[in-house]
């Protein structure tokens, strides 16, 4: 299945409300759990897993069913075509750490 074009539109359109800033604080990011060694790179992939997330959420509330491979890679393919707009909205995320 090809996804239709008023999926595509949803999907961009659920990309966009993910952009906009939500003050999001976690303590779960902690670097020494992770041990990732950049925090700009760990906060792009953490952005960029809460779209596809919401994405495939929408995908299953849809059509009653996980994405078939070529859904899924379409999907992947929209995000990452806005990387430059995740990377750039992702200041809304605050790491904060447990002591």
């Given amino acids: 299945m090809v996804l239709e074009k ?3 539109e ?3 359109s659920l990309i966009d ?6 003050g999001i604080q976690t ?4 670097q020494k759990h992770w041990k990732y060694r950049s925090e700009e ?3 792009y992939g953490h952005k960029a897993g809460i779209v596809m997330g919401i994405s495939m959420g929408y995908y299953i509330a849809k ?3 996980l994405p078939a491979n070529e859904d ?3 999907m992947t393919e ?5 990387k430059d707009e995740i990377k750039k909205s992702f200041a809304d995320i605050h790491f904060f750490y447990k002591v």
């Fill in 6 to 8: 008023e999926f595509k």
């Fill in 41 to 43: 790179d760990f906060k």
């Fill in 72 to 74: 899924l890679t379409e």
């Fill in 78 to 82: 929209m995000v990452e075509l806005r």
């Fill in 10 to 12: 949803k999907i961009s």
């Fill in 63 to 65: 059509y009653g069913k």
């Fill in 27 to 30: 303590h779960e990011c902690d």
């Fill in 17 to 22: 409300e993910c952009l906009i800033p939500h």
